[in-house]
């Protein structure tokens, strides 16, 4: 049971517009950055978005995120092939001191 | 260009430790804090813990907090990671990753990360 909730799975045809969610609370989320990863299985997690909805040079504009209250979403538009992978998001908890991640989404290009 | 470069598989038996390293090059390495992350098969990501070089501040997730050790050497650029009482629910893939802002002011922006390392963990 992750801290953070995301959907399990999410899917569109290539060029589509596909949103993933994550819900936390007012310790996590509600409180301090939301960061998003990409992962692809067997390989390391690459940092798609940190504080919010700043994308690393590198990470294309496809990629956006927002945070509002105590959610967030990551959206990609323009979905292309590449970009089926599992994505995560994270952020630190107050009351655990500790980080914390979503359970993950699969997106699937259809 | 910073970059974690991580020991390598390493097979264990259950009740035994198993200490994995993560050496940080191109980059400051004290003012940093280097977490490490585990994903076991099929699973999503899960923080271990952290440690700040510099302050020597761990911070360790609830869950590990008894058997897991996290230490750092400056003299080589390295963090190690130690599990002990190891039970197969162990077998991962561990990865080390360096947090971008120093002093571990943005904990969760992490980057780079390292390629990861395997602990398999079978009788």
């Known amino acids: 049971q992750s801290v953070l909730t995301q959907p399990p799975s999410a899917s569109g045809t290539p060029g589509q517009r596909v949103t993933i969610s994550c819900s936390g609370s007012g310790s996590n989320i509600g409180k301090n950055y939301v960061y998003w990863f990409q992962n692809l299985p067997g390989t390391a997690p690459k940092l798609l978005i940190y504080k919010n909805d700043q994308g690393p040079s590198g990470v294309p504009d496809r990629f956006s995120a927002s945070k509002s209250g105590a959610s967030a979403s990551l959206a990609i538009s323009g979905l292309r092939s590449e970009d089926e992978a599992d994505y995560y998001c994270a952020s630190w908890d107050d009351s655990l001191s500790a980080l914390v991640f979503g359970g993950g989404t699969k997106v699937t290009v259809l | 260009q910073v970059q974690l470069l991580q020991s390598g598989a390493e097979v264990k038996r259950p009740g035994s430790a198993v200490r994995v390293s993560c050496k940080v090059t191109g980059g400051t390495f004290s003012t940093h804090t280097v977490t490490w992350v585990r994903q076991a098969p099929g699973q999503g990501l899960e923080w271990i813990g952290g440690?700040?070089?510099?302050?020597?501040?761990?911070n360790y997730a609830q869950k590990f907090l008894d058997r897991v050790t996290i230490t750092a050497d400056d003299s080589s650029s390295t963090v190690y990671m130690e599990l002990s009482s190891l039970t197969p629910e162990d077998t991962a893939i561990y990865f080390c990753a360096r947090e971008v802002d120093r002093y571990n002011t943005s904990p969760g922006w992490l980057d780079p990360w390292g390629r990861g390392t395997q602990v398999t963990v079978s009788s």
């Open positions: 440690i700040i070089p510099i302050f020597g501040t761990i």
